[in-house]
């Protein structure tokens, strides 16, 4: 069949005509359907994009273009529906991608929906006793681990490369279908050995020995690569079985269970952040002779002095401030007594339930000495709040604690973080309190306690909430004092050095101080590209085609690997976006620290603050300016070469264009976090769904669920039909539930319509605010289903996504930098979807078909 | 291969034999004015064409001054009586009668003048000059210089109607007279080799009736020392018994089996070596190798090419010969050196051929002769330092040096005019001093250039300044020198290669000349061998010794019964398939057959399946399914064939054989045509006269050694889907354990155990 038959034939298709009919039924159904149907439906179905009725200028164009389309490509595969009879004009061979494309999601699917078969190929395995055998195991390890080395060494020509790597990425796509953890530890094998297969090519075969300047560039990237090779692997080891460790269950008899202090530190917070704390606190469910609060104010102010005593709580100050937080700490170990220390940051408000779900395991692992949980935070951090993300992304946090923690778990290295966390006091003073030797005192104090043999667990439910930092800058300075500490511990206590550890806990902890860093590599990373733009320095001594079928199964299978590790946890190169914010501040302080570990204060992370404008923090990202400059450089340097260099240099050229024009976005994103968004409310509105009733004026009870709430106030979804006309300010009373009690609380309506009222609390003592703290943040459910309705991680959507980010970054900069230039700017959106709606579209008819 | 070499030209350096040119490029004077059996003591004449001398079929001339040299040389057991150049040219219409003409100049003297532009256009004309023969010297330059005109005034030297064409049909027509010279040792290897004659060398062999094995040993010995001395000339030894033919020849003989001629002369007393007048003609010379016995004979030769340098007098007795150190492989002094970077300097006779004058020079040349066998797979190249110094151009950026390797450009680089420039700097351009420019650029030959014989080259080329009408200058006073100390860098490559290879064999002699003193390798003669058979295995000795340049001192020649020798060593099978008992016995082995009428040619299994070959199955020939096509026919037909030797793995054979013993020579002379030689490859060549077909049959073997990680990575390398499932199986295998053990740790973590 010819093409243009096959087009002739689309158009009639588009035109709702049959086109298996004989060419007079077909010209008759054109002239001979009633005008309205022949007329300007057929063609409103033929030309989608165009409204007849209201004719555009570019309309002609459209048609043009559609035309074309319609002629020349072929619509989209799809399965013949049971009520369309076969199209006739369907070549054979032409149907062969389509083909090709549904066996392989039906293999996909068959592999996918096969777990039980694997599961029944193990259990075989374990009646068989085959791995018992000590000597027939160890030889297939060894075999296996010949066959590894060959894979990863074996040097190939481009073709075999290609057809190696395309065998090993076609298995690892249908691999990924399987649930379950072999899978999942054999798609981490695999991408361990495509890295690896890379790293030793990058070894063997890049180098460039004899131009001075090549091999200088050339092992710097080979060290940066190196490094992210090594902190993969180690991550792969850290999280490649999360223990997912349920809470022990309490003895019944409550006078065995132990006494706990609850020490509550702060600095210079205001107060409006502490008392929600310790309001919750003192809800927390746990016989009340048995737990003692402790306020421990460094800041030494009278007004906390007096909330603590009308609260009934401790209240403990020193008279210096010595080694900040752990000094503060320490100082009240002296002043305390109980047998366990339940540490909450000042701004970490405990869920009722925070001791019950942490205490069990205490009393049944005697050599336990520390029961984490997670942070959580119900406001958004600068990065979610400044690209849009809360809630919808996973934040930077989640990772760690939603995975590694986890992981850490099952080495049992799981460490300290300062807050959420249950220690032992023995144990604890064992030691000589937390460590003051370095900025990271809890990561410290975990690895001194695992050094004497201590064990530590995790709990992977968030059992209180606080603030994220911020602001950009104060987040920044927040992990530069975690890179900092890590550093320093790095150096001052080494994990691979000193005793007391098993090898899996030096692994898991030095790849958290490795982790930090990665300021250095990332910088090589978004400059490596220029040398050759830039300098012509061949970085990767190899032809573009190799390089690209070297580097991406490493970056592939990792990418896989990690979007189904880690998806719930991290979406797909959002990595690549913190890592990139950060880069510039952590390297100068890891590096300082690694020579000089003694250098370098504590500095408190700022919270409870407000960015009340829109401002863009241009001291942050000079850094990032500086590389974009750099990077755009080079970009229009390759474009030169492009244009005028020589001929067997564009492959290359076009590389590292592509890699650098990739830096250049990521550099967008990261500026695009710079420029803040104002934060208008002083209290940030949590969103949860809870059971509510409001006592309208009149007495009328409505019943209702929460949509938000804040310590401020909150808002209600009414039913439709029972939508009451509430004016501003007129005073109604809601009822909440903490468990079976019920509380009411005052309020004024802010507003009220369309089915959403929003009140105002108008509290009047500490108790209805303790009341309102128990009921709402301090609940035993509050944060469990926090992640709920966000769509999985999908690597490419991540990527699209990323990028996407990385021009809004570039737009909002030219908005604060050149505001002349932002409605030229604002100009391009417009543009971008007046040429798309250009562009042709498959008409009405094949779109039912294919739904 | 290497491009014909103007074998004259290269004359002039012959002082170091074995690199002065690359092929068997050697002018080949017509049969009847070479045969030295000419009668005695009349003059010969001989005709030498420009185009066997130079290698080029029309030698150009262009601008007002150009020139071309031809060199010859006359041997110094011959006078040149006459003299006289018949030069056919065919030159522009454009020029000048009168002012242009084209002068002739032999050794830098002015021996006559062809004046040009009367003939009518477009014809070739041709003009003969007598040259006084008192003139000629040992070697000769013959050079033509062409003063072309076109326009009385504002001439463009560079116009392209100025231009004259030399045929390569012009030729020298020398008549020679013998010259009656001593019975002498001291002159040796003259008059057996004069390196002025640049002919093939033909020298008589002569032996008794049935010279033993140990007598065609000695004589193979003598044989590659002459053809290493004879180099890119060539050397066939045709074999007499009994007497000797007119001319120059050697004897072989010992006290027991001698020529008849020698039936008279006294017995020797020890390895003896002699010069005596040819009784057959009076005026040629007989080189006499003597002994007692076989071994006598045997010490007398080895004498003869290691330390003939010693002898004088009509006669000498070899008292005490020291046995030289046994030669270590790929040492032959014509190959690289594969212990240590080689400096260009060492790579030439002199440093003058490292030096190029003009503005578009001759290329610098430098001929590499490397092991077949290194194994350079994912080598990077071989790196050459280049030095080297120029006269800055004045047009920088068309001024450049482009090198080469076999006539494939590996880089060019830009000549810079840094600090020169402007019109004055051609005037004031220093020569030789400050004004040269020196530059170091490190790059890589393409290693899958490398054959086994290479030219590396070096082209200069400076544009012409040209500033307008009437303001041409040219002064040829550009020079460029590729530096010396420059060097290239062959070390470090283990040797491996997959045999049987005839193309090895062709070009270089391998695997023989692995030993440059060929001390594996055993010559394999039938029972009785015929005059053929012994001029076949002269001959092919004689390439040995071209290829390594060192004689083969410690050669073993063997019968085909004696089985004890032919272990552990390297077979070179000699003679008609008849005869040749050992291809009989063989012939299971062999990878084609042509005994008789019949011959058989066993074909290869073919490679099928892309993916079966990938997963590593079927990739080598299996001779047990191979088909066989048996033909019949006669007429001449010769063959080499090679494979693993039946009694040592590991060992390579290398028949040569024809249908009959005559043909035998059809070997030789398509091994002498580089066109043929290159066609040789595989484990069968079928020579025709005029015509060779080699086909890859029957069982492969390797030799040599890889380190044990390439030797594994090699075979791997063309498999990557056996490689992809064999990583499918290992992250089977890691994957379970890892869940295993993974499991294991996670139940005792949640049952709270330490």
């Given at each position: 069949m010819s093409a243009p038959a096959d087009g002739w034939q689309r158009w009639l298709v588009a035109a709702g005509i049959e086109p298996g009919r004989p060419w007079p039924q077909r010209l008759a159904a054109l002239v001979l359907r009633p005008p309205a149907a022949a007329g300007l439906a057929t063609l409103a179905g033929l030309f989608p994009q165009v409204n007849f009725r209201r004719p555009r200028l570019a309309d002609p164009l459209r048609i043009l273009l559609q035309l074309l389309w319609l002629g020349l490509v072929r619509p989209p595969a799809r399965r013949p529906a049971a009520s369309c009879r076969p199209i006739p004009w369907r070549a054979p061979l032409a149907a062969i991608p389509a083909r090709l494309a549904r066996g392989w999601s039906r293999l996909e699917a068959a592999v996918g929906s096969q777990p039980g078969r694997l599961r029944r190929f193990a259990a075989a395995e374990g009646r068989l006793g085959f791995w018992d055998r000590a000597a027939l195991r160890y030889a297939a390890y060894a075999l296996a681990a010949i066959l590894a080395l060959l894979c990863i060494s074996t040097p190939f020509s481009t073709l075999a490369q290609a057809v190696f790597v395309g065998l090993l990425w076609s298995i690892a796509l249908v691999i990924r279908r399987v649930p379950g953890p072999v899978a999942t530890l054999f798609l981490i094998v695999l991408s361990v050995t495509a890295s690896s297969r890379y790293l030793w090519w990058r070894v063997s075969s890049t180098l460039n020995w004899d131009i001075a300047v090549d091999f200088l560039w050339g092992t710097v990237l080979l060290a940066a690569e190196v490094y992210t090779w090594l902190i993969l692997v180690l991550g792969y080891f850290q999280t490649a079985w999360p223990l997912k460790r349920q809470p022990a269950p309490l003895p019944e008899?409550?006078?065995?269970w132990p006494g706990v202090d609850v020490f509550i530190p702060t600095y210079n917070e205001p107060l409006k952040v502490v008392k929600p704390t310790v309001f919750a606190a003192q809800g927390i469910d746990w016989p009340a002779d048995k737990v003692n609060i402790y306020l421990l104010d460094d800041g030494r102010r009278d007004e906390f002095r007096h909330f603590a005593e009308e609260a009934g709580i401790g209240y403990i100050v020193r008279p210096d401030n010595r080694h900040a937080k752990a000094g503060n700490l320490n100082h009240a170990l002296t002043r305390t007594s109980g047998e366990y220390i339940a540490i909450f940051d000042c701004d970490h408000i405990p869920t009722r339930s925070f001791l019950q779900m942490t205490m069990g395991w205490f009393l049944r692992d005697d050599k336990l000495a520390l029961v984490q949980t997670p942070h959580h935070f119900f406001s958004p951090d600068p990065f979610e709040r400044n690209l849009g993300l809360f809630r919808r992304v996973p934040n930077e946090g989640e990772l760690f604690y939603g995975l590694i923690q986890d992981g850490n778990d099952l080495w049992n290295a799981t460490f300290f973080c300062g807050s959420c966390a249950v220690i032992k006091r023995r144990p604890l003073e064992e030691i000589g309190g937390i460590a003051v030797e370095t900025v990271t005192e809890d990561a410290h104090t975990a690895l001194k306690l695992q050094r004497r043999g201590y064990n530590t667990a995790y709990i992977s439910v968030p059992q209180a909430a606080g603030l994220a930092t911020e602001s950009l800058s104060a987040h920044i300075g927040q992990r530069i004092r975690w890179a900092r500490g890590m550093a320093q511990i790095f150096r001052l206590d080494n994990p691979y050095l000193g005793k007391g550890l098993s090898l899996a806990q030096r692994i898991c902890y030095s790849n958290a101080m490795l982790h930090f860093l990665n300021g250095g590599p990332r910088l090589v990373f978004l400059t490596a590209p220029l040398a050759f733009l830039?300098?012509?320095?061949?970085?990767?001594?190899?032809p573009a085609l190799s390089v690209a079928l070297y580097v991406l199964p490493h970056m592939v299978h990792a990418s896989l690997t990690n979007s189904r590790m880690q998806g719930g946890h991290r979406h797909s190169f959002w990595a690549e976006v913190y890592e990139t914010v950060l880069a510039w501040y952590i390297f100068r302080p890891t590096t300082v620290a690694l020579f000089n570990p003694g250098k370098g204060k504590f500095n408190v992370t700022a919270k409870g603050g407000l960015v009340d404008r829109n401002y863009f923090d241009w001291g942050i990202t000079w850094p990032y300016l500086a590389l974009v400059l750099a990077n755009l450089a080079g970009f229009a340097a390759g474009v030169g070469r492009l244009a005028w260099g020589p001929a067997d240099e564009i492959p290359t050229t076009l590389l590292n264009l592509f890699w650098t024009g990739y830096n250049v976005l990521l550099l967008g994103a990261a500026i695009s976090v710079a420029s803040e968004a104002r934060q208008v409310r002083l209290s940030h509105r949590v969103r949860l769904d809870l059971p509510a009733i409001v006592h309208l004026p009149g007495g009328k009870l409505l019943p209702c669920r929460t949509e938000d709430f804040s310590e401020g106030g909150a808002a209600f979804a009414l039913p439709a039909e029972a939508a009451p006309a509430l004016a501003r300010d007129a005073e109604v009373v809601v009822s909440l539930w903490r468990g079976r009690e019920e509380h009411a609380f005052p309020a004024r309506v802010v507003a009220a319509a369309d089915s959403r009222l929003r009140v105002r609390w108008e509290l009047f003592d500490a108790e209805q605010e303790r009341r309102l703290v128990q009921c709402t943040f301090a609940r035993a459910d509050a944060w469990v289903s926090w992640a709920d309705g966000r769509h999985r991680d999908r690597p490419l959507a991540g990527l699209r996504e990323v990028l996407a980010m990385g021009l809004t970054g570039y737009r909002r900069l030219a908005e604060h930098g050149a505001p002349l230039a932002a409605p030229l700017l604002g100009r391009v959106g417009p543009a971008l979807r007046w040429s798309a709606s250009l562009l042709p579209r498959w008409p009405a008819t094949y779109r039912q078909e294919t739904t | 291969m290497t491009p014909r070499f103007p074998a004259l030209i290269a004359c002039l350096f012959l002082s170091c034999l074995g690199l002065a040119a690359p092929a068997a490029a050697a002018p080949k004077a017509k049969p009847e004015a070479a045969a030295p059996e000419q009668p005695a003591p009349s003059a010969q004449v001989r005709r030498l064409l420009f185009k066997d001398m130079t290698g080029q079929a029309v030698l150009p001339l262009r601008t007002t001054e150009g020139s071309t040299v031809v060199n010859f040389g006359s041997r110094a057991d011959e006078l040149v009586t006459r003299l006289r150049l018949r030069l056919r040219y065919t030159a522009s219409p454009a020029l000048i009668p009168g002012q242009s003409h084209i002068k002739v100049l032999l050794n830098d003297e002015t021996v006559g003048i062809v004046p040009i532009g009367r003939q009518p256009a477009g014809q070739g004309a041709s003009q003969e000059i007598d040259i006084d023969p008192r003139l000629v010297a040992d070697f000769n330059r013959l050079k033509l210089l062409f003063i072309g005109h076109?326009?009385?005034?504002?001439?463009?030297?560079?116009?392209?109607?100025l231009w004259t064409d030399i045929s390569g049909l012009s030729e020298l027509e020398v008549s020679v007279r013998p010259l009656a010279i001593r019975n002498d040792l001291t002159f040796l290897p003259e008059p057996f080799f004069d390196r002025r004659d640049l002919r093939r060398l033909d020298l008589p062999f002569v032996f008794a009736a049935t010279p033993s094995t140990a007598t065609v040993q000695a004589a193979g010995t003598v044989a590659s020392w002459f053809g290493a001395l004879a180099a890119w000339r060539g050397a066939r030894f045709p074999v007499h018994r009994e007497q000797p033919p007119r001319g120059n020849a050697v004897v072989f003989a010992t006290n027991g089996e001698r020529p008849a001629f020698l039936a008279s002369a006294p017995a020797v007393a020890g390895p003896t070596l002699s010069v005596i007048a040819n009784p057959a003609d009076g005026a040629g010379k007989l080189l006499l190798v003597q002994g007692r016995d076989s071994r006598d004979l045997g010490i007398a030769a080895r004498a003869l090419v290691l330390g003939h340098a010693g002898l004088s007098g009509s006669q000498a007795v070899v008292k005490e010969l020291k046995e030289e150190v046994p030669r270590q492989p790929y040492d032959a002094p014509n190959w690289v050196r594969l212990d240590r970077p080689m400096k260009f300097g060492e790579l030439v006779a002199s440093p003058q051929e490292l030096q190029v004058f003009g503005h578009v020079p001759d290329a610098v040349r430098l001929n590499l002769r490397i092991p077949p066998d290194l194994f350079t797979w994912r080598s990077r190249g071989v790196p050459v330092d280049l030095k080297y110094r120029y006269s800055p151009p004045i047009r920088a950026s068309e001024s450049r040096l482009s090198m080469s390797i076999n006539d494939e450009l590996v880089q060019s680089f830009n000549l810079r005019s840094s600090g020169q420039g402007g019109e004055s700097a051609r005037i004031r351009l220093p020569l030789l001093d400050d004004g040269l420019q020196g530059e170091s650029q490190e790059v890589f030959i393409p290693a899958f250039k490398l054959g086994s014989r290479n030219q590396l080259q070096f082209n200069f080329s400076f544009a012409y300044q040209k500033e307008g009408h009437c303001r041409d200058t040219l002064v040829e006073n550009v020079r460029a020198m590729v530096d010396a100390d420059s060097q290239v860098d062959f070390s470090g490559y283990p040797h491996y290669a997959e045999m049987p290879h005839l193309g090895y064999f062709a070009t270089s002699g391998f695997p023989f000349t692995k030993y440059a003193d060929l001390s594996n390798t055993v010559a394999v003669l039938p029972e009785s061998p015929t005059a053929a058979d012994l001029e076949t295995l002269f001959a092919l000795l004689a390439r040995l010794g071209e290829s390594t340049g060192y004689p083969g001192t410690r050669l073993r020649v063997a019968g085909p019964g004696d089985e004890a020798a032919l272990r552990d060593a390297d077979l070179l099978l000699i003679g008609a398939s008849p005869r040749q008992s050992l291809l009989q016995r063989w012939s299971a082995s062999l990878p084609a057959a042509i005994a008789g009428p019949g011959r058989r040619i066993a074909q290869p299994v073919r490679k099928v399946n892309f993916l079966y070959d990938w997963l590593g199955f079927g990739t080598a020939p299996d001779p047990a399914v191979a088909s066989q096509a048996g033909i019949e026919g006669d007429g001449p037909l010769a063959a080499m064939l090679g494979f693993e030797s039946p009694l040592t793995s590991g060992r390579s054979v290398v028949a040569v054989t024809a249908v009959a013993p005559e043909h035998l020579s059809l070997a030789l002379d398509a091994l002498e045509q580089p066109t043929l030689a290159r066609g040789m490859h595989g484990s069968a060549v079928f020579i025709h006269p005029q015509k060779v077909e080699s086909f890859l049959a029957g069982k492969t073997y390797v030799i040599g050694e890889l380190p044990w990680w390439t030797a594994l990575w090699f075979p791997l390398s063309g498999h990557p889907v056996l490689l992809a499932c064999m990583a499918v199986l290992a992250v089977l295998i890691l994957a379970f354990a890892l869940w295993r053990s993974l499991r294991a740790v996670a139940a005792k973590r949640v049952e709270g155990r330490p």
């Open positions: 008899d409550t006078s065995r830039l300098f012509h320095a061949y970085v990767i001594y190899a | 076109y326009t009385a005034e504002c001439e463009d030297p560079l116009h392209s109607s």
